[in-house]
């Protein structure tokens, strides 16, 4: 698994969580086209681990579990 510092509060940052999927921070401001959920809270916008790993269950093609 990736090395992602989590702060205490469980919430991952738009950078955390591109890092976590490995993509670039402007392809996690399309999170709402991507279908993943987010927590807005003012002008900043946040990420969980359960919801990142739910988008990656629910786009893998092919293959067993």
Do not use: C
Request: aromatic share 10%.
């Amino acid at each position: 698994m990736n090395s992602i510092k989590v702060v205490e509060s469980g919430l991952l940052t738009r950078k955390q969580a591109a890092a976590y999927l490995n993509v670039s921070e402007r392809w996690m401001q399309r999170a709402r086209a991507h279908n993943i959920p987010f927590i807005k809270m003012g002008k900043s916008v946040y990420f969980t681990i359960p919801d990142l790993e739910k988008y990656i269950a629910r786009n893998r093609i092919g293959g067993e579990m």
